[in-house]
């Protein structure tokens, strides 16, 4: 066989993998756009402002679900990212190295413990300390603030969105310590040197340039936050509802699907959860996206 | 910079060096409790999972089916042998297409526009979440062959596996000092053995991790597994007959109300997390080095 | 690369082997409602036919219509029987098999609270409307003389999913309260105004026992093997009757002339004196036109239920088909053709 031929076939095959990858991405966009053509053809918008979902008479409205996914994840990020920061400052910039070497592989084994297993510590957990404990505290709350009208049934909004944070605290903690690790370490030097305390150094040389890299790290995390599924349907109550309070039980797109598709049998029901799916998908893909264009603007900062 | 300097001589202007200084021990006991709340949900699953996980592990729990409706005893053998068997349909195709695109992609050029489509598009593969994984293979792998089966539940874990072992290896591929490759090329070697021969062989421990954190990934999710291989309670080895594994069974035991099927979730849930951790451990240690040839 | 190889090597030899493992392998998803009874029957047929495997998930009655529909399983299970519409989705090819009847029950969480608790039509309505929203609300004081209810929350839990004890469950209330039919109607899932759902029978009673002060409905031996207490209810007649085999069996009796030639039929509000209000009859959906390889040993399985496994019914709180019945479904057995 002469090289050059040989050389074409290797870079063939390679591009055939390369080929796949790219059709099987968009295998996934045509399948859920196909499936959900039915509520397309009628609008998205429509879809997205109903709030009912009733399978009986086959009126479908994506309001309730998109609420509960952009809370959850909201509540998530809220919580995730002031820890993730902080354990990130602390990490690398303050703790002893043993120290932190051993509290980074501690949160780097949290991101890989199974979504089932968050949800059955959540259910078991966290859902009756919510509910007997927490939300007792801001009951008194409720009467003026809507958010924190009782009572909490365990399950609810607030439990998944603090069982969100826990799952996407290790990606910000992480993504945050590698935009710590390219401040270059003159700049610390530098603040050090005028005579500022350990903590103005950090402030001032590293956190203030790395706030567009935390945003970023944030606004990945909330992507993971928003397409997660079993740990949420197992905490979220599964009610299809907007309500206000966050004790309140909820559905997200995700968990939506995870209940409900495995049996949707009127072929309006089946397009509408499709929907969802392909809204749950755009919606990845954009925060996914925007995350990476201003990683890419923060990065190039060092260079 | 010189922001920076103008802001800190305004601080040191403006505020007293003993304000300074407790400001700065303040900072310091906020981000150490940050820090400490970071790491304490790890160590209180892991706590739950083993005070309340351990007591169901047993020999029967290992090795037999779930019993009967109304009688006790039971373990879930064969949600450990499903597992196995889906990651292994999941490996199959997942590794090789992986690599298949981590080498296309570590070996085009950074220029290379149809290259940079193939990263995007592992990249949003990526992103793609597990559910909506889980329906795309209800229609791809389902609903054409007439069944749920380990085939398409291998799929559908697949489909997770594919971006991540493609973007690892990449990463790992890249590693390989361009002087290696030249010294290949400079022997008369043609560019595809210098990749299989010189390149992949040296990699092979880096490779290894990257297939170990996608199986790793691959052996934890549930949702995509819900309208694939569903669940089962029989011992299958079969392709085309629904098969169970240990996260759909967790979820299933775990939203019962039997006392003694929570009790087999927190264990089936210990079974798992040792296996994943396990496996990401392994995959941490073996490169801790993150050089090329080591 | 050597892992490859060596995944494909016993990948290979598993699929060589598993047609020799697998004998007569079914698979079935459908109805959580009986499924305790259906895991007693493919154990105790096992036993005695160990040549055929079975293996039934307990989706929901949703699931089980739309993976029938759908041709993913070998039958499905439901307590709702399919709508017309559904039944021309498969161009008429599917016959109802009635395997046994059951109630759906109101069971609670109160701590202190063991004893059954007495409900009617309107405050069964009352919870699932939301009406009814703290446990001393004077309707359920008034009716439950003696029994100290709790100032604290009523909390609802339904299903999450497609259900047949749904179905059961809304046509009973469309039935008895014209509220629920305008508002909500029946169905195996609809646009519940309260509550939490519970994916499965399952799912719902784990919940309110995860869930103090909470109420929800499910299939009567979900709440017996679990320890958890129901509530009698009023029926037509304006008794108070228990749920139990005996009250569900009276309620079929009630309408048992009035039932169909393909079996699908409501027994919900039944009139007489004795009858449990909110009992159903389960179903194994199967096809008209089988496969021998599937339709040999599943007809073997259903004649066995019909047979042996109605006497283990009871024992799981399951209500009997009566003996006629059963000869009339074995007669529509034989519509079934194999090829």
Not at chain 3, 209 to 216: D, L, R
Request: charged residues 15%; positive net charge; aromatic residues 8%.
């Amino acid at each position: 066989m002469s090289s050059s031929l040989s050389e074409k076939i290797f870079r063939t095959i390679l591009g055939a993998f390369g080929v796949f990858i790219v059709l099987l991405m968009f295998s996934v966009a045509i399948f859920l756009t196909v499936g959900a053509w039915p509520v397309i053809r009628h609008g998205l918008s429509d879809f997205v402002q109903t709030q009912t979902w009733n399978p009986v008479n086959g009126q479908f409205g994506a309001l309730a679900v998109l609420f509960g996914t952009l809370v959850s994840s909201s509540i998530a990020i809220a919580i995730a990212a002031p820890l993730g920061v902080g354990a990130a400052i602390f990490l690398k910039e303050l703790a002893p190295a043993r120290v932190a070497s051993v509290f980074s592989f501690l949160i780097e084994m949290l991101a890989a413990v199974p979504s089932v297993i968050f949800g059955l510590w959540g259910f078991f957990v966290l859902a009756p300390a919510i509910r007997d404990h927490v939300a007792p505290i801001f009951y008194p709350l409720g009467e003026y603030v809507p958010i924190f009208r009782g009572p909490s049934y365990g399950v609810g909004i607030l439990t998944a969105g603090v069982v969100l944070a826990l799952m996407i605290l290790p990606t910000m903690a992480a993504i945050v310590r590698e935009i710590f690790s390219a401040v270059p370490q003159h700049q610390r030097e530098a603040a050090l040197g005028l005579g500022s305390t350990r903590w103005e150094a950090v402030r001032v040389a590293v956190l203030a340039p790395s706030k567009p890299g935390i945003l970023s790290a944030a606004v990945l995390a909330t992507a993971r936050a928003l397409g997660e599924t079993m740990a949420v349907t197992m905490v979220i109550g599964n009610r299809n509802a907007v309500s206000l309070s966050l004790f309140d039980p909820g559905q997200s797109m995700a968990s939506l699907i995870a209940n409900e598709y495995a049996e949707a049998s009127d072929s309006r029901h089946i397009a509408a959860l499709m929907a969802v799916g392909l809204l749950l998908l755009v919606i990845s893909l954009v925060v996914n996206a925007v995350a990476r264009i201003i990683a890419k603007r923060s990065a190039a900062k060092w260079k | 910079m010189e922001i920076a300097t103008k802001k800190l001589l305004l601080e040191f202007m403006v505020t007293t060096q003993a304000k300074r200084k407790r400001k700065n021990i303040f900072a310091n006991l906020v981000l150490s409790i940050l820090a400490i709340l970071a790491v304490s949900p790890l160590v209180a699953i892991l706590g739950f999972l083993i005070s309340k996980g351990i007591g169901a592990l047993s020999w029967e729990f290992l090795t037999s089916l779930p019993a009967p409706y109304g009688e006790s005893g039971g373990g879930m053998g064969h949600s450990i042998v499903g597992t196995f068997i889906l990651v292994l349909f999941a490996s199959l195709l997942g590794i090789p297409v992986g690599f298949g695109a981590g080498i296309f992609l570590a070996e085009s050029s950074k220029e290379s526009r149809f290259a940079s489509i193939v990263r995007l598009c592992a990249e949003m593969l990526a992103g793609v979440p597990s559910i909506v994984v889980g329906l795309f293979a209800y229609f791809v792998a389902v609903l054409p062959f007439g069944g749920f089966s380990a085939f398409a539940g291998g799929f559908a874990l697949s489909v997770i596996m594919i971006p991540v072992i493609a973007r690892t290896s990449e990463e790992i591929l890249r590693l390989v000092p361009v002087h290696v490759r030249e010294a290949g090329l400079a022997l008369g070697l043609p560019r595809w053995q210098v990749v299989m021969r010189i390149v992949l062989r040296g990699s092979r421990k880096g490779l290894f991790t990257a297939v170990l954190l996608a199986v790793a990934r691959a052996s934890g999710e549930t949702a995509p597994l819900l309208f694939t291989a569903l669940n089962s309670r029989l011992w299958s080895f079969s392709a085309t007959q629904p098969i169970s594994s240990l996260p759909v069974q967790i979820y299933t035991y775990a939203t019962s109300p039997s006392e003694e099927w929570h009790q087999q979730a927190w264990g089936g849930a210990l079974l798992l997390v040792l296996l994943v951790l396990g496996m990401s451990l392994f995959a941490r240690f073996l490169f801790s080095g993150k050089k090329y040839g080591t | 690369m050597k892992v490859v190889c060596a995944l494909g090597s016993s990948l290979v030899s598993l699929v060589v082997s598993a047609p020799a493992l697998a004998a007569a392998s079914l698979s079935g998803a459908g109805a959580t409602f009986p499924a305790p009874l259906y895991s007693r029957w493919i154990s105790d047929f096992e036993k005695v036919n160990p040549e055929t495997k079975l293996n039934y998930q307990p989706i929901g009655s949703g699931g089980g219509i739309k993976q029938f529909i759908d041709g993913t399983v070998d039958f499905g299970g439901t307590d709702a029987p399919m709508t017309d519409e559904q039944i021309a989705k498969v161009k008429g090819n599917v016959l109802h098999v009635p395997t046994a009847l059951g109630a759906v029950v109101f069971t609670f969480n109160v701590a202190g609270v063991q004893k059954p608790l007495n409900l009617t039509p309107e405050t069964a309505c009352g919870i699932a409307m939301g009406k009814i929203s703290t446990w001393n609300d004077k309707r359920l004081l008034s009716l439950n003389a003696g029994v100290t209810l709790p100032s604290a929350p009523l909390t609802f839990v339904h299903r999450s999913d497609g259900s047949g004890t749904s179905a059961i469950f809304t046509d009973y209330l469309s039935k008895v309260c014209p509220e629920w039919k305008d508002k909500v109607g029946s169905g195996t899932a609809v646009n519940w105004p309260v509550g939490l759902g519970g994916k499965g029978n399952d799912g719902v009673s784990g919940l309110i026992k995860q869930t103090p002060n909470s109420i929800g409905y499910v299939e009567l031996v979900f709440a017996e093997k679990n320890k958890l207490p129901v509530a009698a209810l009023k029926n037509k007649a304006g008794k108070i009757v228990s749920p139990s085999t005996n009250s569900v069996t009276q309620a079929f009796a009630d309408s048992v002339a009035k039932l169909p030639s393909d079996f699908r039929m409501s027994i919900t509000d039944a009139d007489g004196a004795a009858s449990y209000p909110i009992s159903g009859i389960t179903y194994l959906l199967v096809r008209k036109n089988m496969s021998k390889e599937v339709g040999v040993p599943l007809v073997k399985f259903i004649k066995w239920g019909l047979r042996d496994g109605q006497k283990i019914c009871p024992s799981l709180s399951y209500a009997q088909l009566p003996a006629e019945v059963v000869s009339r479904v074995e007669k529509a057995l034989n519509v079934i053709e194999l090829k």
